[in-house]
Structures are given as C-alpha cells and as structure tokens.
C-alpha cells in the first residue's frame, strides 16, 4: 500500500521560512519522481516543484515559486523535502507529496491527508 505523510505545515507570517517533509513507503522511492502539489480554497489543485528520480535528481519548479522554494530528497529515508522561504499569502494552501511520471504533472497515487500552510500577518 502506498503511503504519503506530509508534515510540518503551520502558520507563519509573510516573509517567514517552512520545511515541509514528506514520509513515503510501498514504492520504491529512489526511481520514482516526486512533486509537491498544493491546493487553496476554490481552486484546483497544482504542481508547484517536482524532482526526477534515478542518480542524478534535476528539480523543475513552477514560475511563482522560484527562487523561493526548493525540493529535496533523502533516498536513504524515503522522504521527501520542500524548503519554503519568503513566504507570501498566495502560498497559503494544503501542501501535499504524490509521485508523478517524468513530463507528466498528474499524480501517480491516491493523495495523504496534506499539511496546512497559512502565510498570514
């Protein structure tokens, strides 16, 4: 059974830092790639950074988010990472890990329960 635990979601004011991880088991982790996904009120769910899988990881990430944000994994522990800095409101949503095929956005798997993440002053 394939399993997503995102955590480490809050609340934090505009400018602020988050880390998000992301446990993950009954795949094998290391070959697959994975994305950080988020959905706000209202509006569909998106893709905000991804990561390939294999030996040599290339991160892509969506137009708002660059600069800002920044993926990671640890293949050894089966997670994965989203460094959030410069916080703004419009990054205010539920933050969730998916595996995802190469130049493909969908999700792979049924989603876990996200992580919440509030930019408010």
């Known amino acids: 059974q394939v399993q997503f635990v995102e955590s480490g979601g809050g609340l934090v004011q505009p400018g602020g830092s988050l880390r998000l991880s992301c446990a993950v088991s009954?795949?094998?982790?290391?070959?697959?790639?994975m994305g950080w996904y988020r959905q706000s009120p209202g509006k569909q769910r998106e893709l905000v950074a991804a990561?390939?899988?294999?030996?040599?990881?290339?991160?892509e990430y969506e137009a708002s988010v660059e600069g800002r944000f920044t993926i990671s994994r640890d293949n050894a522990k089966n997670l994965l990472l989203l460094q959030m800095n410069s916080l703004k409101p419009e990054d205010t949503a539920v933050y969730y890990c998916?595996?995802?095929?190469?130049?493909?956005?969908?999700?792979?798997?049924?989603w876990g329960q996200g992580t919440q993440v509030t930019v408010s002053s």
């Open positions: 998916n595996a995802k095929y190469a130049n493909i956005k969908t999700a792979i798997y049924s």
């Open positions: 009954g795949i094998n982790f290391a070959l697959f790639g």
């Open positions: 990561i390939s899988g294999g030996s040599r990881a290339r991160a």
